[in-house]
């Protein structure tokens, strides 16, 4: 879809724009969904959550039981805070139940788990996942997040930051990273004794 596309690129307003549009031309259901999430991961994108939960409802009234509504509804619980995290993580324990883990759902699981505080449970999750799914392009989504589990556990977060350099150099992650420490080089000349 050439909203994900937008998104992910970081034009925002332009992949909402491409969004309505198609969904304004389309008269299956299906692909109604489909832009229906894409809506919904876009409110989220702009800490819209009103918005994103208008769009859940038009989820749920179109159906209930679709996955992409279950995932909608996890993001939207997530977006809440600790107290939407608990109702995520069960969605998330069902999905995988019924269809298997994945590197999607076990990052959500372990977002998820870090909205409820619950960092080593997070961890977990994201080094099962590390495990299970190595070959995976995902992999640096779980290698971030276990660098914030890390983080907040007050536990060196080198090697894993390393290995995020090393295995993927242009990541949006990495690069801000390299340029954060570039400009505290740059200040911490200016002081130095």
């Known amino acids: 879809m050439p909203a994900h596309m937008l998104l992910t690129a970081g034009q925002v307003k332009a992949a909402l724009q491409c969004v309505n549009a198609a969904a304004a031309t389309t008269a299956t259901s299906s692909i109604t969904m489909e832009h229906g999430l894409m809506s919904l991961q876009i409110y989220l994108r702009i800490d819209r959550l009103d918005l994103a939960r208008q ?17 909608g509804s996890v993001y939207v619980n997530i977006a809440s805070g600790s107290t939407g995290a608990a109702d995520a993580v069960h969605s998330l324990s069902m999905l995988s139940e019924q269809y298997g883990p994945s590197p999607l759902l076990l990052n959500l699981v372990a977002c998820a788990l870090m909205q409820h505080d619950d960092y080593a449970g997070a961890e977990f999750k994201l080094q099962e996942c590390i495990k299970d799914f190595a070959e995976f392009k995902t992999m ?3 290698l971030i997040n276990l660098i914030c589990c890390s983080m907040q556990q007050a536990k060196p ?12 150099p242009q990541h949006p992650y990495t690069v801000g990273l390299e340029r954060v420490v570039q400009a505290f080089d740059r200040e911490a000349v200016k002081y130095k004794v």
């Open 55 to 71: 769009q859940l409802s038009r989820l749920r009234s179109s159906d209930e039981d679709s996955v992409l509504t279950q995932l």
């Open 140 to 142: 640096p989504d779980t």
């Open 157 to 168: 977060a080198t090697a894993v930051v390393l290995e995020l350099q090393s295995k993927f």
